[in-house]
Structures are given as structure tokens and as C-alpha cells.
């Protein structure tokens, strides 16, 4: 069974997410919210442009930040990094005989 991945709905960074529904919706500069946040500007800002991944202390000071879980900006992560590499060709033989599963 092949997988198909639609393209009308891709995934978006968690940063662009967090810069346009947080950042943007509440006025708030990406140097104001690094002050806020305990964390370097350029970082931050790498993070808001898609630029850098989002890891577990990162999704943590969000979480606190923005009362929105952890868990879910390291959904957001896995789900744009999978959609990312879809087309990926990968080299690897199945360790055992998968039509009996």
C-alpha cells in the first residue's frame, strides 16, 4: 500500500506558526519575547523563520510562555519534518516478513 501525501495542505515550520499566531497576533517583537522567554535573540529568531528546529527545552519555555503544551510544538516539529523528507528515498531491507503482520 503506497502512502500519498497531499501537497494543497503542507505542513508549516512550528516557528512560522509561532511567529504569525503569537508573535504577530499579540504585537510582540521576536527581542521582546526572547527578554521574556530567558533565550537569545538570534536563536529565537532562527526558530521564527523556520530556520532552526524546535527541541524539548525550546517547546518547554514555549509551553510556559504561551500556555500552549510542549507536546504539541513537538508535534508540529515531527509532522513538518516528516512532510519535509516525504520524497525522501531511503535504503533499507524489512527485518522480518511484513504480510504476516
Not at 500500500?1 to 504585537?27: C, D, E, Q, V, Y
Not at 525550546?58 to 520524497?87: C, P, R
Amino acid at each position: 500500500m503506497k502512502l500519498t501525501r497531499s501537497i494543497k495542505l503542507p505542513a508549516k515550520h512550528p516557528g512560522i506558526i509561532f511567529k504569525n499566531r503569537i508573535l504577530l497576533a499579540h504585537n510582540l517583537s521576536v527581542t521582546e519575547a526572547a527578554k521574556k522567554m530567558h533565550i537569545n535573540r538570534s536563536h529565537l529568531n532562527n526558530f521564527s523563520t523556520g530556520k532552526v528546529s524546535v527541541k524539548a527545552p525550546l517547546a518547554m519555555k514555549l509551553e510556559k510562555a504561551t500556555g500552549i503544551s510542549a507536546v504539541f510544538w513537538m508535534n508540529l516539529q515531527k509532522t513538518y519534518d516528516l512532510f519535509i523528507h516525504s520524497d525522501l528515498e531511503v535504503d533499507c531491507e524489512p527485518l522480518y516478513d511484513l504480510k504476516m503482520v
